[in-house]
């Protein structure tokens, strides 16, 4: 089945042509941080040519899942690492691209950043106190689970939980924007 | 935003792209084996206890359960489809472990960092290899394992995955994230 599918460069190139500036865009949203987001979207596609015979995707649909996919597990481990890896852009020997200051205006500009804070400090004020308190501690102060746990006093369990249906609420004011914006285009 | 998206695209028309790697030639045919005998060996090795179960019942295609007992964390994992590596992947990290299951590739080429009894291994880094375990004349195939889960910051604990079971075996703990790849070692006989 996937034997018949072309994986070569022309269609990787397309898949970029496509998803490109969407994926950056979805990046700097998720991010907050054109800068970050410029780096995690340059190693997304370094990762993703060097993976492109693994792609199993049967069309352009899941293509663009398939680095969507990508971006997803690269934005995980920057936001537990704290930095952003550039392995697979070492691997080729590529070069991170330099944005100008201009230039990250402007992707601030059409990913609304502006907008998204304001919807993101609504969906937060929706949050019961407890889990609005461990989303504060967590990823504003950048506390570990114990020590959330300990603020709150409750169990870790308990701090993982808020922080994550906190977090599901905000993803979706993220992603309800994102969609309003790929609708757009 | 054009000059970053075209500078990118301009090193990608310029790059060859890499040699395709071995690839799953049989989605939708039923598979015998996948989690590796190899990983047991080496998760001891690195103080990560392994309590293997083989599902002989129909498990489902991919799962990553974690239970908590007395203190100590463990995940249960289970994979039947290479396909499914990154859904499992993606609970694996849902679940907040530092395991990832990834793919035997010939001709992988991802370097890392090992750790060995807790320290990395000095030197340059270097593609983890599988190694294909055989009983009997025969390839051990898993399915299933619980993991005792102890979290390593920075570390990862990579279980290799092959589609016909043939290279299933070894992987490691490795600095930073898992690679995309492991390598195909040479082949290990389990006396017995």
């Known amino acids: ?185 | 935003m054009t000059p970053r998206i075209d500078e990118m695209r301009a090193q990608i028309h310029a790059t060859p792209m890499p040699s395709p790697a071995a690839r799953s030639r049989w989605p939708g045919r039923g598979r015998v084996g996948l989690l590796s005998g190899g990983a047991l060996t080496f998760a001891l090795a690195v103080g990560v206890a392994v309590l293997l179960s083989v599902n002989s019942s129909a498990p489902p295609a991919y799962a990553a359960t974690v239970h908590v007992s007395g203190g100590q964390r463990t995940v249960q994992i289970t994979l039947r489809e290479e396909q499914d590596i990154p859904e499992l992947n993606a609970r694996l990290e849902a679940e907040r472990t530092r395991i990832r299951v990834v793919p035997v590739v010939r001709g992988c080429n991802d370097p890392v960092h090992e750790v060995s009894n807790g320290k990395v291994i000095p030197g340059p880094a270097k593609t983890l290899l599988a190694s294909a375990q055989y009983f009997h004349g025969h390839p051990v195939h898993i399915v299933s394992m619980t993991i005792a889960v102890n979290t390593i910051t920075g570390r990862t604990l990579v279980i290799p995955d092959s589609h016909d079971g043939l290279y299933s075996g070894g992987g490691g703990v490795v600095v930073g994230p898992a690679p995309d790849c492991v390598g195909i070692g040479p082949r290990f006989t389990i006396k017995g």
Do not use: H
Not at chain 1, 17 to 24: I, S, V
Not at chain 1, 71 to 78: N, P, S, V
Not at chain 1, 138 to 145: E, P, Q
Not at chain 1, 162 to 184: A, H
């Open chain 1, 1 to 185: 089945m996937t034997s018949t599918i072309d994986r070569g460069k022309p269609a990787f190139e397309a898949l970029y042509d496509r998803t490109a500036e969407r994926l950056l865009v979805s990046l700097t949203r998720r991010t907050q941080d054109t800068e970050v987001a410029g780096e995690l979207w340059a190693e997304c596609w370094a990762a993703a040519f060097v993976g492109w015979s693994r792609c199993r995707a049967s069309g352009p649909e899941e293509e663009e899942a398939w680095i969507f996919g990508i971006a997803r597990r690269r934005l995980a481990d920057y936001w537990r690492a704290g930095a952003v890896e550039r392995r697979a852009l070492e691997r080729l020997r590529w070069t991170m691209p330099a944005a100008s200051t201009a230039e990250d205006d402007e992707l601030a500009r059409i990913a609304e950043l502006d907008a998204l804070r304001d919807a993101l400090a609504g969906a937060l004020a929706t949050l019961p106190e407890p889990r609005r308190r461990a989303l504060r501690l967590r990823i504003v102060d950048g506390l570990s689970y114990p020590d959330v746990a300990a603020r709150l006093g409750c169990t870790e369990e308990a701090a993982r939980a808020q922080v994550s249906r906190g977090l599901r609420v905000l993803q979706r004011t993220i992603d309800r924007d994102t969609l309003n914006y790929t609708q757009g285009v």
